[in-house]
């Protein structure tokens, strides 16, 4: 088996991603301290075509060198928009038929592996702040609330890579790309 060359990667041009069907997901990071974290997302995002990225509250915005160098040039190509208060932007998107998924561990809430999106419907997912998670305002006001299983000591996992974990499960369950 051979690694294929960045040349043989067939990417998308900045131009071709902004004009590409999106992935009927969104994201909203709720608090989020690190630059760090905040390009990373903006990487995975890139990576499934997700439709925006909210950056809430304490949220860093673009352009910033921290997030620049997590985001490799994804803030160019993903769309993004800053919003002060999180519950403010839910209503908003769920009176736009927008599902709100807080990512989060509480009571009653649905495993990642169980959870089955339903097609034609854009999933807004809730990443919180990395020491409080997503706040408690915004999973009262959830449609849903998703866990993702662990089996360890720790239960908690970095807010990149559970953003990761999550968008990589819901886009392989929309089937978007068959």
Same mark, same amino acid.
């Given at each position: 088996m051979r690694k294929l060359k960045n040349s043989e990667l067939d990417r998308l041009s900045i131009d071709?991603?902004?004009?590409?069907?999106?992935?009927?997901?969104?994201?909203? !990071?709720?608090?989020?301290?690190? *630059?760090?974290?905040?390009?990373?997302?903006?990487r995975t995002s890139d990576a499934f075509l997700i439709e925006i990225i909210y950056l809430c509250g304490i949220t860093a915005k673009p352009p910033h060198k921290d997030i620049h160098k997590t985001a490799l040039g994804s803030t160019d190509t993903v769309n993004w928009e800053y919003a002060e208060n999180t519950i403010d932007l839910v209503e908003k998107l769920k009176a736009n038929n927008v599902v709100i998924c807080a990512i989060e561990q509480a009571e009653n809430?649905?495993? !990642?592996?169980?959870?089955?999106?339903?097609?034609?419907?854009?999933?807004? *997912?809730?990443? +919180?702040?990395?020491?409080? +998670?997503?706040?408690?305002?915004?999973?009262?006001?959830?449609?849903?609330?998703?866990?993702?299983p662990q089996f +360890?000591?720790?239960?908690? *996992?970095?807010?990149?890579?559970?953003?990761?974990?999550?968008?990589?499960?819901v886009f392989s369950k929309l089937e978007v790309r068959s």
């Open positions: 071709d991603f902004k004009d590409a069907k999106k992935t009927p997901i969104i994201i909203i !990071l709720d608090n989020i301290r690190s *630059l760090n974290n905040i390009g990373s997302v903006f809430a649905t495993m !990642l592996n169980d959870f089955t999106p339903k097609p034609q419907t854009t999933y807004a *997912l809730v990443f +919180g702040n990395e020491v409080k +998670g997503v706040s408690q305002d915004v999973v009262n006001a959830s449609d849903i609330v998703i866990e993702i +360890g000591t720790k239960h908690s *996992l970095n807010i990149s890579v559970s953003c990761g974990v999550v968008v990589w499960d």
